[in-house]
């Protein structure tokens, strides 16, 4: 986490410092994806396939000129991010004040019958869609401005950073679910 703010602040990219990153979201990611496997066989391979299935579509709908941002769209995108992680960080400290199942309030709580962690999660995907879509966008913005190659690993991990939010994301709503069952 620390590592991918001092990316996101930083002016200059750092392809270390985006390495690190990577290497040590990777273990996290190891980690997380073992401990729900162990818990729900198979739950890695729906989880990587429907990331991959939401990369598919929004590339694709962004290359056939179908996915557009626009400045009202993003307005809206960063209020609502801005919600979500206020949102998380508010579930992350009552898991800590008093623990309410695996995933805190996604899990222990319900809105008309649907977990609100699958609401959330579904909310969560369409932000992540969005935000590959900006990340395309800006890749090819640069592209056509002759931007500096260093600026491709700023591009680089932009986009490893939604797809692992895409994933984590789509992993916890599997999770959540099949833990209903």
């Not at 001092?6 to 392809?15: D, L, R, W």
């Not at 769209?73 to 508010?90: E, P, Q, R, T, W």
């Not at 623990?99 to 609401?119: D, K, Y």
């Not at 592209?143 to 700023?154: F, Q, T």
């Amino acid at each position: 986490f620390v590592l991918a703010l001092v990316n996101i602040f930083k002016k200059e990219p750092s392809p270390a410092l985006i390495l690190g990153y990577a290497a040590a979201q990777g273990l996290f990611l190891g980690g997380f994806s073992a401990i729900l496997e162990s818990m729900y066989s198979g739950i890695i391979f729906q989880a990587l396939l429907a990331t991959a299935c939401v990369i598919a579509v929004t590339l694709t709908g962004y290359a056939f000129r179908i996915f557009r941002t626009s400045p009202k769209l993003n307005k809206i995108f960063f209020i609502v991010i801005i919600g979500y992680g206020l949102f998380s960080l508010a579930n992350f400290v009552g898991m800590l004040v008093a623990p309410s199942g695996m995933f805190g309030w996604r899990s222990s709580v319900e809105i008309f019958g649907i977990p609100l962690g699958v609401i959330l999660g579904v909310l969560a995907v369409l932000l992540g869609a969005y935000s590959l879509v900006m990340d395309f966008e800006g890749i090819e913005m640069g592209v056509k401005r002759g931007v500096h190659k260093k600026y491709g690993w700023s591009a680089a991990f932009g986009l490893v950073l939604t797809i692992i939010w895409l994933y984590v994301e789509i992993l916890r709503i599997i999770a959540i679910l099949r833990g209903n069952n």
